[in-house]
């Protein structure tokens, strides 16, 4: 019996049924199929979070000149304060409001007698204490449900004001996990926000999409791009803000980091504004050489190819001795790694590069394309996923605008430019992987026996479940505090870290001495 | 840092900024993890677990198990029974707890899921059981839902079989398992027999032993549970925290209680001792006196680096008010204490401690945030912060030292493991105490009035 | 702060600066003090007494007791006889100890007193103990001095009766009463019946009840340190500070000894817990095996905080040596290791650890002082430093932070209560480690690199 | 039977002859007459130190620039380190050596072979690491037993590296205390440093002589002093400087605040440069304000009075509610007090303002004139300090000036100046106090019990056992490391370290609950 029927075995028929479908173990050559984005099972331990913590967790947290009120009970807007490592900086012209937390704090007689009256109330509060330039609303799950009209409070308090207002209706129930609320918030800054702005377009322009800036990440981007000569547009959404993504819909080119959780926007900006988008991966040495390749393929200035061949033989070269060292010392090691919805795969090669081969991997809120890659859209709508709004955009005239023609566009696709295109996990994971889709405690533990794995990617849930049973542990969503880990200094950052987990000096005391062989004491010098 | 609070202070009663509580289901979730063989469980959507089982780990870096309902968008509608029946199925199923403790949450208390009937209606195997609380997040705060799940353990399991068992019941009040290790330490050497109820030590502070297990070997048993209908007494450690199950113990099965706060410092472990002592009618041991007495010499010795300091106190109010009365033993001023749980209690024995004290100036809080905290330290600041994680970034704005004590502490290690309260615990206390005022005045002096002895 | 050291290291013979030891006298002192109703008596000027004194003192905050010669020029020339004479015929009428314990000074050692003859010519009351240990101030350290007053009091009152007592004989080497309970704790709950010399718990962190007294409960008694002889094996824990008493006891009464290192951090603790264990036979409580695995948590789940950090040791050799162990334990790089005392041992052991750990670029040195430990610093700089107080004005200087621990902490206070031995104490030692790297990392980083969570 | 006999009554009959001497009750308009300066007894637990504690401990210790190179095994010059509070600054002029510890660390060989070798050898190192202007010796017990000339020494290398180089013999057997140490440090800075320097007379020009600048007091004094615009030549020696104490010679006037240290350099430069001293005490509100207005009225300058008056108005003005507080807490308290051999007189009237009475006093190692006043002296010598030398001076004519006339003199000491002046402890006490000369530990104890004072004044030694007998216990060597206590607001700061020793609360936890009443548990709401 091999690993995956040994612990899909232990199910009971019916989590069989559907647990089978999204565990698979890779075959080489053979299309791979999985079931992914599908709910969760109740009372399984899942790992995923709500359609909140996708929207305001992820994707408009982010935004620091924004005050970002929750609208709901405590709770949710407290989880969301300081824990996830989207890092950004204010300066004199841009209010930072990201080491704060906002909430309604709704009380009892809120729910039962509608809670609108007090996030007018709060909203008046935040712009007498704050005068910010921009608000964003988030309901949590209640709101939903007593009918609290969010987006009308918005409309009213952005004209009362004179800022941006927005609402975003993310109640936690929706959808089957983060996935949806990425979706959500989207499609309100899409609505409400890109394309506001009236910046002029700037040569070599570029977005970043997908970029959360988790310990800095975004930062160490932008500094190679920058020194190659690219112009920052904006970052969605790590260490962004209202007032550049306003501007958005003016770059040349979108650059998609995190296909999962921002293909909507890229999507959208291509159709309403023609900006084309270029599947990226700023993780490991030759996922960065190839992106900072074809971003200079796209704009095919000579100048900046030189420059960008340059940069990378500069960037390589720094961190040049220090790779041969940690891979000498990671050589041969298997790793388990489970993250969100991309940042799975974009480790992948990174760890193969250091000698680590993943043999347990997946993902918790994927879509099937994730995995397989875009050739499976459209994918086929479910009930759930038919809950979450799908907007549709056309083409704004006025701010439509094209850097390349559609015939360049199309010699640069057959040029194997990814344009448009992502190839999903499967394009670099190795033939015999296991893949556990919404991975649960119950089959991490179980593959972790079986697999043995010499280290383990994924989150604080698991983190001590994992290190308990004796295998290295590492936060991937939050880099375990250190990072950044993407860029070519990143890669080093990472490597060093893998290091120090497969060798920590106390898993080797994990043993009382007197569990195993009884120990010679000390110096026996008077002891004839 | 936090560079756009204003130091003007302006009336708020809608806008919470910066909180100083979390929700209820949580509170729950860490009472349910200290019964043994436990699972709990989140009845709403899996957002609210993720969030509770992190925010616990974070704090005790040991794993926080919890399963969730899983709401989706039909279940929020239709009702959350089919939900809850087929969690309690899998898990009994797949983790193989001996009980379920479940949580409601703001999702499934909003739309009126009614638990003891799907619970009735349950398939429970065979002596395995189900319990539950109300946890509505819009309630209270996750010091209510602490309460409310202890309360929901006694209404679902504790019985009077008429036969006393000569234990004392103790309810320790939120605290670490550290702290609870050291409770039990001195309930032992004053000989009394107990049932502590919850007890995470030897669950959240559980040592590596190279295997992973899902239930470690600490929790109070269920036999417990039932058999604390049978106390004598119940003690309530935490007067805010602890009051309502051992009321519901003395309602359901005419247990009787005493209150005492947290006991943390002099006089309130003092008021501990002579509780157990009154229980147990048993001397106290020289060992107890010792360190007592360690202590306070301890505090003569040092007074002088302690004594009119000013400090601010946040965080979970039976702590807070405990705390302050340990500074004031210390000589300090707690000029300002603050929790975000609400209720009218928190003020009133913050003003006692005040006057006992006969200390001025000072100012309480409840239902208040560290938004506010921090606007009123940079109006008039103070030589210490004791508080949790969340205090440090007024910590770092305003340069004020800050001693970790309480919950949560999501950013150090060790914490959850050693006691604040007991004598050891207030000598750890004032150990971290001093030393974050003496680093102070290392770290601020001129070269030249650098001390060598202090 | 500091400011005339230069970074350039210059070769010196001749000149020590910032010394890392004091002189023996200290040490016998201490270990007097550790000796039930005993008073310790210094053989020379008055002044070294009163040093000794002030030093004890401001180490433990407590009165250090001793009495002195108070020789004067005169007996200086003539020899300090009759000096000692009256001294101990005003001890024992004025404070009625049972025993004194006189250690001799560079004064009376180098004018050749022979204290064995004076000793014997004093008129002693009945029932009354006199002991002397040799202690020029010119030969060792106070580590050395401790040693000495030890292998004095075995000389003088240790006798084999020929009927084993079943004891182990503990000769905790030079550290706090905190660490001396920790290793009694351990002694206790692994059914080890033992004899621990000299026992300063009890009487340098004695309670405040109120009264002074002057001898207070703790210390070995002199019927314990008589049935040494008997015993079955002794312990000697600081291989460098106990071998010299484990030896005498093995020549003047043939118990055979063992020599472990101090048990600072997991594997020393250990070898400390092994070693009780073939002495009792009994099997590891699970309480010890849990404080065990609680370390071993610890140190997995902080361990990125703390590896590769390097760190600068000072001290006494057995110490620094343990705390070195540790530090490798969690990761660190012990960068420098310096001790004062004189000795071969020290580096030797220094460099096993080295290997052991395969850690590279670390030096070792014996004989050592502060002011060259800050010049390889100045040249080279670490992330942290351990050791006592004198290496203040170092870690200011270069902006290091220090973690107090050791011998002399005259700038602190609780240091002496608690442990650094021990699983528990190792606990303690890694919260101040990660602590003092941590809040360094708060303090030091840019605001939008603060850490809510670590 | 009185509290006197209580207590020596329990000696034996030997101690009795010895102590009865050394302890009197004061009484009222009699002659009090105690003994002094005698030998401590052996066995006796004094508080006493030594020669070496005397002369390298408290007088040439503070002095900043020089390297003090203590000869001897290590221990001396270790306790020596940090541990009294002289402080004292650097600048870019001066460099600041107190932070550091210097010492032949003798070896056995050292004192078998002799140690010249290597004394001279950690010259020519400290000269080579530090090139300071001045080095100090200063020889520990074996020194003078193996008969190492460190004074040749000295006087070679001052030739050889064309620095002062200046050594004391300062054996902690001689004498019979501190005291002994004192008069050697006096003499060897009296014959080698002051009046080596070349500097030019200033006008209203002041040396502080016997202020040791302990936590700060001396900056405290010399701030008030230049306020009202008097020339500070030197501090001796606390912040004080070789390169400025070359020049005492040229100061106008001498003010001595404490006398047993340094009245031996005050009287030698009245006789070799002709410079008057007045006893000052600028400890204490009517102390300071006396002292000032004799150092005015000895210039006689009615600018400098106006100034003077001006500035005690305004000093005091900010000080005033603060000790009106301050007295209100200490009213009607009792205290102890046992400092060294002059600080224990100087705060008898600080206390007395503060409503504080003085039962019990008493000096480690003062003499006769330091008690009954000068009009003792010349006191009778006997073996120990025969065993000090005693250098007699003579008239500098190059450097002697006087800045009164002779006559002018005779009418300043008529109209009450304390020119040469000093009436002792006697002149302050009360009536009925209890005085113990060389105070040790048993009659700190006895006297304690009987006397029970309010608050205990002394050392780190006997600190602790006070404060175990429940009494509230200040260092006053070391201000516990508080301070300045000197001066006005020095005097504000002694009455609040007072106020909060007498008011910590712990005190009043002292006793468990257990040992007295049994007391009520918390709030029985349910116990009915």
């Not at chain 1, 996935?179 to 977005?207: C, E, F, Q, R, W």
């Not at chain 2, 000013?310 to 300002?336: C, H, R, S, W």
């Given at each position: 019996?091999?690993s995956r029927?040994?612990?899909?075995?232990?199910?009971?028929?019916?989590?069989?049924?559907?647990?089978?479908?999204?565990?698979?173990?890779?075959e080489?050559?053979?299309?791979?199929?999985?079931?992914?984005d599908?709910?969760?099972?109740?009372?399984?331990?899942?790992?995923?979070g709500?359609?909140y913590?996708?929207?305001?967790?992820?994707?408009?947290?982010?935004?620091?000149?924004?005050?970002?009120?929750?609208?709901?009970?405590?709770?949710?807007?407290?989880y969301?304060?300081?824990?996830?490592?989207?890092?950004?900086?204010?300066?004199?012209?841009?209010?930072?409001?990201?080491?704060?937390c906002?909430?309604?704090?709704?009380?009892?007689?809120?729910?039962?007698?509608?809670?609108?009256?007090?996030l007018?109330k709060?909203?008046?509060?935040?712009?007498?204490?704050?005068d910010?330039?921009c608000?964003?609303?988030?309901?949590?799950?209640?709101?939903?449900?007593?009918?609290?009209?969010?987006?009308?409070?918005?409309a009213?308090?952005?004209?009362?004001?004179?800022?941006?207002?927005?609402?975003?209706?993310?109640?936690?129930?929706?959808?089957?996990?983060?996935?949806?609320?990425?979706?959500?918030?989207?499609?309100?800054?899409?609505?409400?926000?890109?394309?506001?702005?009236?910046?002029?377009?700037?040569?070599?322009?570029?977005?970043?999409?997908?970029e959360?800036?988790?310990?800095?990440?975004?930062?160490?981007?932008?500094?190679?791009?920058?020194?190659?000569?690219?112009?920052?547009?904006?970052?969605?959404?790590?260490?962004?803000?209202?007032?550049?993504?306003?501007?958005?819909?003016?770059?040349?080119?979108?650059?998609?980091?995190?296909?999962?959780?921002?293909?909507?926007i890229?999507?959208?900006?291509?159709?309403?504004?023609?900006?084309?988008?270029?599947?990226?991966?700023?993780i490991?040495?030759?996922?960065?050489?190839?992106?900072?390749?074809?971003?200079?393929?796209?704009?095919?200035?000579?100048?900046?190819?030189?420059?960008?061949?340059?940069?990378?033989?500069?960037?390589?070269?720094?961190?040049?001795?220090?790779?041969?060292?940690?891979?000498?010392?990671?050589?041969?090691?298997?790793?388990?790694?489970?993250?969100?919805?991309?940042?799975?795969?974009?480790?992948?090669?990174?760890?193969?590069?250091?000698?680590?081969?993943?043999?347990?991997?997946?993902?918790?809120?994927?879509h099937?394309?994730?995995?397989?890659?875009?050739?499976?859209?459209?994918?086929?709508?479910?009930?759930?996923?038919?809950?979450?709004?799908s907007?549709?955009?056309?083409?704004?005239?006025a701010?439509?605008?094209?850097?390349?023609?559609e015939?360049?566009?199309?010699?640069?696709?057959?040029?194997?430019?990814?344009?448009?295109?992502?190839?999903?996990?499967?394009?670099?994971?190795?033939?015999?992987?296991?893949?556990?889709?919404?991975?649960?405690?119950?089959?991490?533990?179980?593959?972790?026996?079986?697999?043995?794995?010499?280290?383990?990617f994924?989150?604080?849930?698991?983190?001590?479940?994992?290190?308990?049973?004796?295998?290295?542990s590492?936060?991937?969503?939050?880099?375990?505090?250190?990072?950044?880990?993407a860029?070519?200094?990143?890669?080093?950052?990472?490597?060093?870290?893998?290091?120090?987990?497969?060798?920590t000096?106390?898993?080797?005391?994990?043993?009382?001495?007197?569990?195993?062989?009884?120990?010679?004491?000390?110096?026996?010098?008077?002891?004839? | 840092?936090?560079?756009?609070?204003?130091?003007?202070?302006?009336?708020?009663?809608?806008?919470?900024?910066?909180?100083?509580?979390?929700?209820?289901p949580?509170?729950?979730?860490?009472?349910?993890?200290?019964?043994?063989?436990c699972?709990?469980?989140?009845?709403?959507?899996?957002?609210?677990?993720?969030?509770?089982r992190?925010?616990?780990?974070?704090?005790?870096k040991?794993?926080?198990?919890?399963?969730?309902?899983?709401?989706?968008?039909?279940?929020?509608?239709?009702g959350?029974?089919?939900?809850?029946?087929?969690?309690?199925?899998?898990?009994?199923d797949?983790?193989?707890?001996?009980?379920?403790?479940?949580?409601?949450?703001?999702?499934?208390?909003?739309?009126?899921?009614?638990?003891v009937?799907?619970?009735?209606d349950?398939?429970?195997?065979?002596?395995?059981?189900?319990?539950?609380?109300?946890?509505?997040?819009?309630?209270?705060?996750?010091?209510?839902?602490?309460?409310?799940?202890?309360?929901?353990?006694?209404?679902?399991?504790?019985?009077?079989?008429?036969?006393?068992?000569?234990?004392?019941?103790?309810?320790?009040?939120?605290?670490?398992?550290?702290?609870?290790?050291?409770?039990?330490?001195?309930?032992?050497?004053?000989?009394?027999?107990?049932?502590?109820?919850?007890?995470?030590?030897?669950?959240?502070?559980?040592?590596?032993?190279?295997?992973?297990?899902?239930?470690?070997?600490?929790?109070?048993?269920?036999?417990?549970?039932?058999?604390?209908?049978?106390?004598?007494?119940?003690?309530?450690?935490?007067?805010?925290?602890?009051?309502?199950?051992?009321?519901?113990?003395?309602?359901?099965?005419?247990?009787?209680f005493?209150?005492?706060?947290?006991?943390?410092?002099?006089?309130?472990?003092?008021?501990?001792?002579?509780?157990?002592?009154?229980?147990?009618?048993?001397?106290?041991?020289?060992?107890?006196?010792?360190?007592?007495?360690?202590?306070?010499d301890?505090?003569?010795?040092?007074?002088?680096?302690?004594?009119?300091?000013?400090?601010?106190?946040?965080?979970?109010?039976?702590?807070?008010?405990?705390?302050?009365?340990?500074?004031?033993?210390?000589?300090?001023?707690?000029?300002?204490?603050?929790?975000?749980?609400?209720?009218?209690?928190?003020?009133?024995?913050?003003?006692?401690?005040?006057e006992?004290?006969?200390?001025?100036?000072?100012?309480?809080?409840?239902?208040?945030?560290?938004?506010?905290?921090?606007?009123?330290i940079?109006?008039?600041?103070?030589?210490?912060?004791?508080?949790g994680?969340?205090?440090?970034?007024?910590?770092?704005?305003?340069?004020?030292?800050l001693?970790?004590?309480?919950?949560?502490?999501?950013?150090?290690?060790?914490?959850?493991?050693?006691?604040?309260?007991?004598?050891?615990?207030?000598?750890?206390?004032?150990?971290?105490?001093?030393?974050?005022?003496?680093?102070?005045?290392?770290?601020?002096?001129?070269?030249?009035?650098?001390?060598?002895?202090?």
């Amino acid at each position: 019996m091999d690993s995956r029927d040994k612990v899909l075995d232990q199910y009971s028929s019916k989590l069989y049924k559907n647990r089978k479908e999204h565990v698979i173990q890779i075959e080489d050559g053979e299309s791979n199929v999985i079931a992914a984005d599908t709910r969760a099972i109740p009372g399984i331990m899942t790992n995923r979070g709500c359609c909140y913590a996708g929207c305001k967790g992820v994707v408009i947290g982010p935004l620091k000149d924004v005050v970002q009120i929750v609208h709901g009970p405590i709770g949710c807007s407290y989880y969301a304060w300081g824990t996830r490592r989207n890092k950004a900086k204010g300066d004199e012209n841009t209010k930072n409001f990201l080491e704060y937390c906002f909430s309604t704090d709704m009380q009892e007689t809120d729910i039962v007698f509608g809670g609108e009256k007090k996030l007018k109330k709060a909203i008046k509060e935040a712009v007498e204490i704050f005068d910010p330039a921009c608000i964003m609303i988030a309901s949590t799950c209640p709101v939903g449900l007593i009918g609290d009209d969010i987006h009308a409070v918005a409309a009213e308090a952005e004209e009362m004001y004179n800022i941006k207002v927005v609402a975003f209706s993310c109640e936690g129930y929706k959808g089957v996990s983060q996935s949806g609320g990425h979706h959500i918030a989207n499609n309100g800054l899409m609505k409400n926000v890109i394309g506001t702005g009236d910046a002029k377009p700037v040569k070599y322009s570029i977005n970043l999409l997908g970029e959360y800036n988790i310990g800095g990440d975004g930062w160490e981007i932008c500094r190679v791009l920058k020194r190659i000569g690219y112009n920052i547009v904006s970052v969605m959404t790590g260490d962004g803000s209202y007032a550049e993504m306003k501007n958005a819909h003016t770059a040349d080119l979108n650059l998609v980091q995190c296909h999962r959780s921002i293909n909507y926007i890229a999507e959208m900006l291509k159709t309403k504004y023609g900006t084309e988008w270029l599947k990226v991966n700023f993780i490991g040495i030759e996922g960065i050489k190839q992106s900072l390749r074809d971003v200079a393929a796209f704009f095919n200035d000579p100048a900046l190819t030189a420059k960008t061949e340059a940069v990378i033989a500069d960037e390589e070269e720094e961190i040049a001795i220090g790779m041969v060292y940690y891979k000498s010392m990671l050589k041969d090691k298997t790793a388990a790694i489970y993250v969100g919805g991309s940042r799975t795969h974009h480790y992948i090669n990174l760890l193969k590069s250091l000698g680590v081969e993943v043999i347990l991997a997946g993902y918790e809120f994927a879509h099937r394309d994730d995995y397989e890659g875009r050739q499976v859209l459209p994918l086929k709508m479910d009930a759930d996923s038919k809950n979450i709004e799908s907007i549709t955009v056309v083409k704004d005239p006025a701010k439509y605008r094209t850097f390349h023609t559609e015939e360049r566009i199309k010699e640069l696709k057959e040029a194997g430019l990814p344009i448009e295109s992502y190839d999903g996990l499967w394009a670099d994971i190795a033939d015999k992987a296991m893949i556990t889709d919404d991975y649960n405690q119950f089959e991490t533990e179980a593959f972790l026996k079986l697999l043995k794995p010499d280290i383990f990617f994924s989150g604080i849930k698991d983190k001590y479940i994992v290190q308990r049973s004796g295998v290295p542990s590492r936060q991937l969503h939050s880099y375990d505090y250190s990072g950044p880990y993407a860029g070519f200094k990143g890669a080093l950052n990472f490597a060093r870290d893998v290091t120090l987990a497969v060798n920590t000096p106390a898993f080797s005391l994990v043993q009382a001495p007197w569990k195993s062989e009884p120990t010679l004491i000390g110096n026996l010098g008077g002891m004839e | 840092m936090l560079d756009v609070t204003p130091k003007e202070i302006s009336e708020r009663s809608a806008l919470r900024i910066n909180p100083l509580k979390t929700c209820q289901p949580v509170g729950a979730m860490y009472a349910a993890l200290g019964v043994h063989n436990c699972m709990p469980h989140s009845h709403g959507s899996q957002g609210c677990c993720s969030y509770h089982r992190m925010f616990l780990t974070r704090h005790f870096k040991d794993p926080a198990i919890a399963a969730s309902s899983s709401f989706t968008e039909g279940a929020s509608v239709f009702g959350g029974g089919s939900n809850l029946k087929t969690a309690i199925k899998n898990i009994f199923d797949l983790y193989e707890p001996d009980i379920i403790a479940v949580h409601t949450t703001c999702l499934s208390e909003t739309i009126g899921d009614d638990l003891v009937t799907y619970i009735t209606d349950a398939k429970i195997p065979e002596g395995k059981i189900v319990v539950h609380a109300n946890t509505p997040s819009y309630v209270g705060s996750h010091i209510t839902g602490f309460s409310s799940m202890i309360t929901g353990l006694i209404h679902y399991l504790s019985v009077n079989t008429g036969e006393k068992n000569g234990k004392l019941a103790l309810f320790p009040g939120f605290v670490n398992p550290g702290d609870m290790r050291e409770m039990k330490k001195l309930m032992t050497l004053m000989g009394v027999k107990y049932t502590m109820l919850p007890d995470t030590s030897g669950v959240m502070d559980s040592p590596m032993t190279g295997e992973y297990t899902m239930y470690p070997k600490g929790g109070t048993t269920i036999d417990d549970i039932k058999d604390l209908g049978n106390c004598e007494l119940s003690l309530a450690l935490g007067e805010i925290t602890s009051t309502p199950p051992a009321e519901s113990l003395k309602t359901k099965c005419k247990v009787p209680f005493a209150t005492l706060p947290l006991p943390i410092g002099i006089e309130l472990t003092d008021q501990y001792i002579m509780a157990l002592n009154r229980f147990s009618k048993n001397e106290v041991p020289y060992i107890i006196e010792e360190e007592r007495g360690q202590l306070v010499d301890i505090l003569l010795d040092s007074h002088k680096y302690s004594q009119n300091k000013t400090v601010a106190i946040y965080g979970d109010p039976d702590t807070v008010l405990a705390l302050a009365q340990f500074t004031l033993e210390m000589g300090m001023i707690p000029k300002y204490l603050v929790t975000g749980t609400p209720g009218k209690t928190f003020e009133a024995k913050a003003n006692e401690l005040f006057e006992k004290f006969g200390v001025e100036g000072c100012t309480a809080k409840g239902n208040a945030d560290l938004f506010e905290l921090h606007q009123w330290i940079k109006n008039d600041s103070v030589d210490l912060m004791i508080g949790g994680t969340h205090g440090k970034y007024v910590a770092k704005a305003e340069d004020i030292p800050l001693v970790r004590a309480g919950f949560p502490i999501v950013d150090r290690y060790v914490h959850s493991y050693l006691p604040l309260v007991g004598y050891k615990g207030a000598m750890r206390l004032a150990e971290m105490i001093l030393n974050a005022l003496m680093d102070r005045q290392d770290r601020d002096c001129a070269d030249e009035d650098m001390e060598m002895i202090m």
